[in-house]
């Protein structure tokens, strides 16, 4: 299968909690939600689904907090649903959810359980794989949003609430990013709470939904 190296650092010292397989240890998915948007870029995102290997770099991340976050589907009066539980724990998992009824969108789930946070995978550069990821999506940008994403790496809710540390759906460390190259703005398609600069992105890499035009806020890790 087609392999590219992404536009981004070599890898640095690991994050520690480190899991088994280069994966992350539950540990670090009980960080601030913001803080494990950031942690995640950088990170590999390996899909086994229908036993052919898709993988990516994650470069576009959006946090979403608990019940306190008015665009966060934890903040419900129903509470737990249905279809949020898997955001509501246990932290390191997936919460897949249908957008608009149309689009498959992935979240890591973090913070302690019951805390109701997740962090939105919003855009990807792909590594392995490019042309299964050609044949899922039928056009381009294969990863660029997280519709795309999903699509491309066969994500839908057979893997909802799946543990992210092991097969068809993994999560790696990978590249470290530097704070100059990540950018912060504001979440994309939301109505409520969208000045929130909780959509973090690494500058000049593919898979980018959408750069963001005005001054962005540093971040720091």
């Known amino acids: 299968m087609a392999s590219a190296r992404p536009n981004l ?25 913001r803080d494990v948007a950031r942690l995640l870029l950088g990170s590999v995102l390996v899909s086994t689904v ?5 993988a990516g770099v994650i470069v576009e991340t959006e946090a979403y907090g608990g019940a306190d976050d008015p ?15 898997a955001m509501f724990g246990p932290p390191g998992h997936l919460y897949v959810y249908r957008s608009y009824g149309v689009h498959w969108c992935a979240n890591v789930v973090t913070g302690p359980e019951g805390q109701g946070e997740a962090v939105l995978l919003r855009g990807l550069t792909p590594t392995d794989g490019l042309e299964v990821m050609r044949a899922r999506r039928g056009r381009t940008p294969l990863t660029a949003g997280p519709g795309r994403l999903s699509e491309a790496l066969g994500i839908d809710d057979h893997l909802y609430g799946h543990p992210l540390d092991r097969p068809p759906l993994s999560l790696h460390r990978g590249w470290s990013v530097p704070d100059e190259r990540v950018a912060a703005t504001p979440r994309i398609g939301i109505r409520l709470a969208a000045e929130r600069p909780d959509r973090l992105y690494v500058v000049g890499a593919r898979g ?12 720091q890790r």
Not at 50 to 54: D, H, L, N
């Open 9 to 33: 650092p070599l890898p640095g010292p690991g994050l520690g909690d480190e899991g088994a397989e280069g994966t992350f240890g539950a540990a670090v998915f009980l960080r601030p939600v």
């Open 50 to 54: 229908g036993g052919v290997r898709t």
């Open 71 to 85: 665009a966060s589907h934890a903040a419900t009066k129903g509470g737990i649903t249905e279809r949020n539980r």
């Open 208 to 219: 980018v939904s959408r750069p963001h035009r005005p001054r962005s806020e540093p971040t």
